[in-house]
């Protein structure tokens, strides 16, 4: 055999091992890392339809309450104003259950007996036969069941027109006070399709195989991997814990095929660039191409343990070791452009943050709504009124003397001033609660339109926001703190909507912040330049409450890490800072310590700014 020939044939088996050693590379870290990145889409779908899931019926359990925890209810639970009460709140009965967005909603008194009840479809608008009693029947043989806490329990149910997502509360004061009086219990259909159709998922319920071990069934989630699609399975229970149907999602392999061709055009490639390399002289291929080929390979098995893969080298030489280059680079960029579009996909998972931190926005908003009703209610003396009507019937009687009818003309006339007052005062707080209900108008407002479009950014006066906000929190929660606002105009590119509550958010928190003192309240609001950056405007809002310690400065604008060392919480900050984030600019809090107060600063563009950005 010729040495050419020998060296062709030794050229052409070494070529054939590296050909199949970095086959085994990407087989072996690069192709495991796609499947495992399918596995995660698959679980986090999975995740995506259960928090769907639980989404539903916290929006169910909010409807709920509003009923349950209310004065009126609870009357009407004892069979007090039966008439006006559903005159009033419940007819006509389509409208009751479709302004709640529910199909059913049902009271049941303490005797578990229906004092009311409608369940209808929404689309065809006609009643649903059977399902009040079924859902009341359910209630009856479980009548543990938002019996006793003063919150709502949410989760699933079965009936004879499929399953239902159901929230039941107890009916209690509005203050959440006095023996339950019965139940509020409102259901809505589980619609497959549109949770579909919201999650983009795939997914069906399936019922189980009869006879059933309940008792063995797995509490995870099952994940299966199919030739074109990977198979997530988890039991689905109901809202007292017992196994309803199996719950299973299936995503597609796309990823794992994406990664296959990958690797097989890189194999393709290198094969091609091999056999032309062939036919160069041997010398050449010694001193020139053989080293390069290690250093490449070498470079293809590293490939597979960095998070990103990084471009190879020898691109710029025009033969076949720098073709080979290229192609790896090419596939490299596919790999890194798939795995960036994962990351994206990752971001459709914060809108339920969205959501939760609207639903945190609308409980402050109503807060001050509750605690002015509440002032409204002690104007009126019971006693009081109780007199003055005493003494109008004595005054119409014809029984009454000259010297007695006098007096009681002195009363009513002595009575006057402090109905004035009384109507004045009820007048003035009567305008808190507009205010403080038009802003849980807006903040819905605002929410249903951000599903159709992106956040709007227009110029915002901050000071006339910041007097709203602190008029409808601190105003109405803290009376006797001291409220120090600038007075100085000052307006900034944002949206008036969320960086209103943005602010209450904040005065919220510094208000909580007070009540664990002692000492009188104080919180102050200045607006200046920024230090750091001229083009932005700096707002600073301190507290003189708890203050913080310096490691949970950063912490404390992080999901579920609470200001309150008393209180769960840690959703109004986290929300906080996404929504700036989201307008372009910074939030941050600063602290001397605990019981030195806390200061937290937003720094947003100046108006000027975005005017000289877009001229």
């Known amino acids: 055999m010729r040495i050419s020939s020998k060296i062709n044939a030794a050229l052409f088996g070494a070529f054939a091992c590296g050909t199949l050693a970095t086959y085994a590379v990407l087989e072996s870290t690069i192709k495991p890392q796609f499947d495992a990145i399918e596995r995660s889409t698959a679980q986090l779908n999975h995740k995506r339809v259960t928090d769907a899931f639980e989404a539903f019926t916290e929006k169910l359990k909010t409807a709920t309450q509003d009923y349950a925890f209310w004065d009126e209810t609870y009357n009407f639970m004892q069979g007090e104003n039966s008439e006006d009460f559903i005159s009033s709140n419940l007819m006509p009965e389509f409208k009751a259950v479709e302004n709640l967005g529910v199909n059913a909603l049902v009271f049941l008194d303490a005797g578990h007996k229906v004092r009311w009840g409608a369940a209808y479809d929404l689309e065809t608008h006609e009643p649903l036969d059977n399902i009040v009693e079924e859902i009341a029947h359910f209630s009856r043989s479980h009548a543990y069941i938002g019996g006793s806490e003063d919150q709502a329990k949410r989760g699933i149910i079965r009936t004879t027109k499929g399953l239902f997502l159901v929230a039941i509360a107890p009916a209690l004061k509005s203050d959440r006070s006095g023996d339950p009086m019965g139940k509020v219990i409102s259901a809505k259909m589980l619609d497959v399709e549109a949770v579909k159709k919201l999650t983009g998922v795939d997914f069906t319920l399936e019922e189980f195989p009869q006879p059933a071990n309940y008792e063995a069934l797995h509490e995870g989630v099952d994940l299966k991997s199919l030739d ?48 032309a390399a062939l036919g160069v002289l041997w010398a050449f291929l010694a001193r020139t191409i053989v080293s390069r080929v290690s250093s490449l390979k070498e470079h293809f098995a590293t490939a597979g343990s960095s998070g990103k893969i990084k471009p190879a080298a020898y691109t710029n030489n025009n033969d076949e070791i720098g073709d080979l280059a290229r192609s790896f680079n090419s596939m490299a960029e596919q790999v890194n452009l798939l795995r ?29 709504v509750t605690a002015t009703t509440w002032q409204v209610q002690q104007i009126f003396d019971g006693a009081w009124l109780k007199n003055i009507e005493t003494a109008a019937k004595e005054l119409e009687g014809t029984s009454c003397t000259p010297e007695r009818r006098k007096k009681l003309n002195s009363f009513l006339l002595g009575s006057a001033p402090r109905f004035v007052e009384a109507a004045r005062k009820t007048t003035d707080l009567t305008a808190h609660i507009n205010d403080a209900s038009r802003a849980v108008l807006d903040i819905v ?42 007075h100085t105009p000052s307006s900034i590119t944002g949206n008036e909507i969320i960086l209103r509550q943005v602010i209450a958010n904040i005065f919220v928190n510094a208000a909580e912040a007070i009540e664990g003192q002692k000492r009188s309240g104080r919180i102050e609001v200045s607006i200046a330049p920024s230090e750091h950056n001229p083009a932005f405007t700096r707002i600073a809002i301190s507290d003189n409450g708890e203050g913080l310690e310096a490691n949970r400065l950063e912490a404390i604008f992080r999901r579920d890490v609470s200001t309150r060392s008393r209180t769960a919480g840690g959703l109004g900050l986290h929300w906080c800072a996404n929504a700036v984030k989201i307008m372009g600019g910074t939030i941050h809090a600063e602290s001397a310590g605990p019981g030195q107060g806390a200061t937290i600063i937003l720094e947003l563009p100046r108006l000027e700014t975005k005017l000289q950005e877009a001229a």
């Open 228 to 275: 074109e699609h990977v198979q997530t399975i988890s039991v689905v229970r109901s809202v007292i814990g017992r196994p309803l149907v199996y719950l299973k999602v299936t995503s597609p392999r796309d990823v794992s095929k994406a990664g296959s061709a990958a690797i097989w055009s890189a194999m393709t490639m290198m094969i091609m660039a091999g056999l």
């Open 340 to 368: 960036d579009a994962l990351a994206d996909s990752a971001y459709m998972s914060g809108l339920s943050e969205w959501a939760a931190g609207t639903l945190h926005n609308v409980r402050n908003g109503l807060t001050p």
């Open 445 to 486: 407002a605002e929410f249903e339109s951000y599903a159709n479009r992106k956040t709007t950014l227009e110029p915002v006066e901050l000071l006339q926001l910041i007097e709203a906000a602190a008029k409808s929190t601190i105003g109405i929660r803290m009376r006797d703190a001291e409220l120090i606002l600038p």
